[in-house]
């Protein structure tokens, strides 16, 4: 494999995570989407964190991939 290949292969790879931990959050909201179950969610990404890390995914990219499809909220004052 060139290296273009190989990177094509890592874009495509990272793309698909992103979307299965986009649809694990989804998932675990509730059904106003005003909450999230934390349990199913922390279940969910688990998985997928094995997956990543059996397909070559290093631990910081899927990790960075988590943090940022994470939903932001305000903090209480």
């Known amino acids: 494999m060139?290296?273009?290949?190989c990177e094509n292969f890592h874009d495509a790879l990272i793309a698909q995570y992103r979307d299965l931990i986009h649809?694990?959050?989804i998932e675990s909201e509730t059904e106003h989407?005003?909450?999230m179950d934390l349990g199913k969610l922390n279940s969910k990404l688990?998985?997928?964190?094995?997956?990543a890390k059996y397909d070559g995914?290093?631990?910081a990219t899927i990790s960075e991939l988590?943090?940022?499809?994470?939903?932001?909220?305000?903090?209480?004052?």
Request: glycine share 0%; no cysteine.
């Open 33 to 35: 989407k005003t909450r």
């Open 2 to 5: 060139n290296v273009r290949n």
């Open 23 to 25: 649809e694990a959050i």
């Open 57 to 59: 995914l290093d631990e």
């Open 66 to 77: 988590i943090d940022q499809a994470m939903p932001s909220t305000p903090l209480a004052a």
């Open 46 to 51: 688990r998985l997928i964190f094995k997956a």
